[in-house]
């Protein structure tokens, strides 16, 4: 099993920009792809971004494309977001996870192995 903990979530304006990251420890960080969801008050949990163990593939959801980018340092066992152009519906508590699976796959809670205890974001208008 593996622990997830964020940091850096806060609140900002809209336009800004805010950078969460994640620390992991337990299992094996490195073979796993990792990602992002949140969750926003009354409504479901929503995949935001992922990224291959290696780094070469990443997926984001149409929401978040071109503003937000994931990246990862294995050798600290981290994962970040850079959350730029920050909106007022970006608004939510975010999630690190770890995928289930070592295979680069679509992340959707099924395929979650663990999750963090999330971060809060706000956005001011």
């Known amino acids: 099993q593996v622990q997830l903990v964020e940091s850096g979530g806060g609140l900002v304006q809209a336009g800004g920009s805010l950078r969460l990251s994640c620390a992991a420890s337990?299992?094996?960080?490195?073979?796993?792809?990792m990602g992002w969801f949140r969750q926003a008050p009354r409504k479901e949990r929503e995949f935001v971004a992922a990224?291959?163990?290696?780094?070469?593939?990443?997926s984001y959801a149409d929401s978040v494309k071109g503003r937000f980018t994931i990246s990862r340092d294995n050798a600290k066992n981290t994962v970040s977001q850079q959350m730029n152009s920050l909106k007022p519906e970006d608004p939510a508590v975010y999630y690190c996870?770890?995928?289930?699976?070592?295979?680069?796959?679509?992340?959707?809670?099924?395929?979650?192995?663990?999750w963090g205890q999330g971060t809060q974001v706000t956005v001011s208008s």
């Open positions: 990224l291959s163990w290696t780094g070469s593939s990443t």
């Open positions: 337990g299992r094996t960080f490195s073979n796993y792809p």
């Open positions: 996870v770890t995928s289930r699976e070592k295979i680069w796959m679509p992340l959707s809670p099924p395929t979650v192995g663990s």
